[in-house]
T-cell receptor, first 109, second 111 residues
């Protein structure tokens, strides 16, 4: 059974204070690891896909990395508008995405 | 514009009543999913469909039913057998091994 664990559950940062979110996974045959952003009361929005260990993707202040056991979402010099819940999901052999519980990020001005 | 549409945005259910949540996509995706999200919880899979006229139970299917008569549509019925239906419901679709596209969600409340 595919499993995804995200940590921390909640993270409070000051504007400009860089940090990282963790997504640990166990999956039978990784077919893709996905990061999403979810704002309150809305559906998740896609951020990144990572397919193999060593792969990295960047978008503005966000950078996602992947190893064989975990993925990190690095947030550099965050702004208040980066406040959201960040979800990680994996596709394994079943082709059904398995989601973690998410990390709730609050960035204070 | 391509996308996935859920309706209604808010829904109120009386005790013992069945209600149906709509989900439509025009992304030509084969796979569609229904998730339930409770406060502080992640996304829990209710049902999924990988092809028209076929669907499978997810982790929390009890008290729910679905149909997939058309590729574009995957409605979810919350039956009276679901004893704790108050939650945020999300529909999604995806291609094979690609990211999921989500609707904006339906917030269901029991009154």
């Amino acid at each position: 059974e595919d499993q995804v664990t995200q940590s921390p559950e909640a993270l409070r940062l000051q504007e400009g204070e860089s940090s990282s979110l963790n997504c640990s996974y166990t999956v039978s045959g990784l077919r893709g690891l996905f990061w999403y952003r979810q704002d309150p009361g809305k559906g998740p929005e896609f951020l990144f896909t990572l397919y193999s260990a060593g792969e990295e993707k960047e978008k503005e202040r966000l950078k996602a990395t992947l190893t064989k056991k975990e993925s990190f979402l690095h947030i550099t010099a965050p702004k208040p508008e980066d406040s959201a819940t960040y979800l990680c999901a994996v596709h394994g052999g079943s082709y059904i995405p398995t989601f973690g519980r998410g990390t709730s990020l609050i960035v204070h001005p | 514009d391509g996308g996935i549409t859920q309706s209604p945005k808010y829904l109120f259910r009386k005790e013992g009543q069945n209600v149906t949540l709509s989900c439509e996509q025009n992304l030509n995706h084969d796979a569609m999913y229904w998730y339930r999200q409770d406060p502080g919880q992640g996304l829990r899979l209710i049902y999924y469909s990988q092809i028209v006229n076929d669907f499978q139970k997810g982790d929390i299917a009890e008290g729910y039913s679905v149909s997939r008569e058309k590729k574009e549509s995957f409605p979810l019925t919350v039956t009276s057998a679901q004893k704790n239906p108050t939650a945020f419901y999300l529909c999604a679709s995806s291609g094979r091994d690609t990211e999921a596209f989500f609707g904006q969600g339906t917030r269901l409340t029991v009154v």
